[in-house]
């Protein structure tokens, strides 16, 4: 017997009638899963996925904390400015952006213009656990992630409140972060109640 195909699969279709070229732009801190989020809900609305940070590196031929390392914080912030300026030009298209990203004032402006923004919001025990699997975080190489974290936390949350949509990350099946983030940016596009 075939499966009952979830509410959210129905909507895909009228996600991208409705996006009217823009891009679906996903923001949040690192760690929050913007990309593996991304994969799958672009997979989901059979839409062409990109992330921000692996188009920096390409274009820079070198690894984000080798920028950060080689030119500097804001070296990295102007070439990432750049580069989700160029990709939102791309139209339809699921976006992961780095978790500074949205923090630059043109880049919100754009994409206010050019995308529907949806924050994958995450809790400091989320983040801490996640980013820690890895080392590739610069932001969180000094002498206190945990402290560092939480301030960026502390700064950046206010700024990420601006976008069309908030989806909360966490502990929880991928595919159903997937299907709210459906019915949520299918609410949005059309007026409907999530």
Request: proline share 5%; hydrophobic share 45%; charged share 30%.
């Amino acid at each position: 017997m075939p499966s009952k195909p979830r509410k959210a699969d129905a909507l895909a279709a009228s996600i991208r009638e409705n996006l009217a070229g823009r891009t679906i732009v996903l923001v949040g801190m690192m760690g929050a899963g913007k990309t593996a989020l991304g994969k799958r809900l672009a997979a989901r609305l059979d839409m062409p996925f990109k992330d921000a940070d692996a188009e920096i590196e390409q274009a820079a031929h070198l690894t984000i904390p080798e920028i950060f390392a080689q030119h500097g914080e804001e070296a990295f912030r102007d070439g990432e400015r750049r580069v989700i300026t160029r990709l939102l030009e791309e139209g339809e298209i699921v976006l992961a952006t780095g978790g500074g990203a949205y923090m630059n004032p043109e880049t919100r402006r754009r994409i206010a213009a050019q995308g529907v923004c949806v924050w994958l919001k995450a809790d400091f025990e989320t983040l801490i656990r996640r980013v820690r699997k890895r080392n590739n975080r610069p932001l969180l190489n000094g002498a206190d992630p945990d402290e560092t974290l939480r301030r960026l936390i502390e700064e950046r949350y206010p700024t990420y409140a601006e976008a069309d949509i908030a989806i909360q990350s966490r502990e929880a099946p991928p595919e159903l972060i997937v299907d709210e983030a459906i019915v949520a940016i299918h609410a949005f596009l059309t007026g409907a109640a999530a």
